[in-house]
């Protein structure tokens, strides 16, 4: 039987140092976070190209800087490079820095991944306009975010890996709770709460809605307790304060004080 070389066994003509910043830490293997590593390599690829054949999507990176100077993902990485990548700040003035995108994330508008099911109502119900179907399939994902400019969200990383997408975002905690904070959080969205505005079944826009007009449709308790309504006109379902939302509104009261609506 031939012996297929092993990787080790190949050398390579140049090799560059990498250091990536953050949260990127957690997209490395275990013994490559919070470290410089050498990256050994032919010819002068794209800087883009080693990133992610480290397992770092493009679309978590923000700003790569070599040997002291911004780049962009075209640059071709040269011999005894020290590169540092850097993830989207948001929140951080990096302004006198070249970002990679024009207008980073600023468009707030998302697509879900099919397991994030519960995520995505939280962000309806916070306002966020959030397209979910639990049949979308990866490629659908990946079109949807690049045709209509959407942050897509999954759990699974080889979808940012896809070169159509320019928004994207790995969710790291597999708790729903905890998801819509980190989403929050990272998108710098407590100022941007909207509660009562979109539908958490189908994403449509809420109307108010008199009480008497729905009262059929509420359970005893509601219709004694609640007199403030909202109902979706594309699905009919109604909404009224101190649902979920309410909890909600609480929790970020707390986590983004400036945000309290
Ligand atoms: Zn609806």
Redesign the pocket.
């Known amino acids: 039987m031939k012996r297929r070389p092993l990787d080790s066994d190949r050398t390579f003509e140049h090799a560059a140092e990498f250091r990536f910043y953050e949260e990127l830490n957690d997209f490395l293997k275990p013994g490559q976070r919070q470290r410089t590593l050498v990256y050994r390599f032919d010819g002068h690829p794209g800087i883009k190209d080693p990133i992610e054949a480290m397992g770092v999507p493009h679309v978590e990176v923000d700003l790569v800087v070599v040997n002291g100077e911004s780049v962009g993902f075209g640059y071709p990485l040269q011999d005894g490079d020290r590169v540092a990548v850097y993830p989207v700040f948001e929140g951080i003035d990096i302004s006198p820095i070249v970002k990679l995108r024009d207008k980073p994330l600023r468009q707030i508008a998302f697509v879900v991944d099919v397991n994030l099911g519960r995520l995505a109502r939280n962000l309806r119900l916070l306002g966020f306009d959030t397209l979910f179907s639990n049949a979308y399939r990866d490629d659908e994902i990946v079109a949807i975010s690049a045709k209509e400019k959407r942050i897509a969200l999954t759990r699974d990383r080889r979808l940012l890996h896809a070169k159509a997408v320019t928004h994207g975002y790995w969710v790291r905690s597999v708790w729903p709770s905890r998801q819509i904070e980190e989403v929050v959080r990272r998108f710098d969205l407590g100022g941007v709460i909207r509660p009562f505005s979109r ?1 958490a ?4 826009l809420l109307e108010p809605v008199g009480k008497d007009q729905v009262a059929d449709q509420l359970e005893p308790k509601t219709k004694k307790y609640y007199d403030t309504f909202y109902r ?1 006109p ?4 109604v909404f009224w304060e101190g649902s979920h939302v309410e909890k909600l509104r609480e929790r970020f009261k707390g986590m983004f004080p400036a945000a309290a609506p």
Do not use: T
């Open positions: 539908c079944d189908c994403n449509g979706c594309a699905c009919g379902k």
